[in-house]
């Protein structure tokens, strides 16, 4: 019965009550840093994975634009020979031929042609 009036005293109240909310307070404020940490390093973590993952998709789009490239002029060369094996079986296509080799081959090397 002692406990219980010492309980409800003014000096429980004033002193003691305060002193566990005390504690309470520096629990929940212990908490509160701790969750802002991990939020803290979370937002970090996201914006690293972002960064990360916009330099990969600027290399990967700089790749893909490279061999579109080199798939166009790949392109354009084989519409140029393909029109140059065309113009071979066309009318007079043999002495066209013959004339740029004469251009390919250098002046001062010996040409044989044969007819």
Known sequence: ???????????????LGTEFEIKQQKQEKIFS??????????????????????????????????????????????????SRFDDLFSSEGEQRFMKDQDQIISRDIIRVIWR
Do not use: H
Request: charged residues 25%; contains cysteine.
């Open 1 to 15: 019965m002692s406990k219980s009036l010492y309980k409800n005293s003014i000096f429980y109240k004033k002193f």
């Open 33 to 82: 840093l701790v969750f802002l940490i991990i939020k803290f390093c979370v937002c970090l973590l996201a914006i690293i994975s972002l960064i990360k993952l916009g330099y990969s998709s600027k290399v990967r789009l700089t790749r893909l634009r490279e061999i579109q490239d080199s798939f166009l002029y790949e392109k354009y060369r084989l519409n140029v020979l393909t």
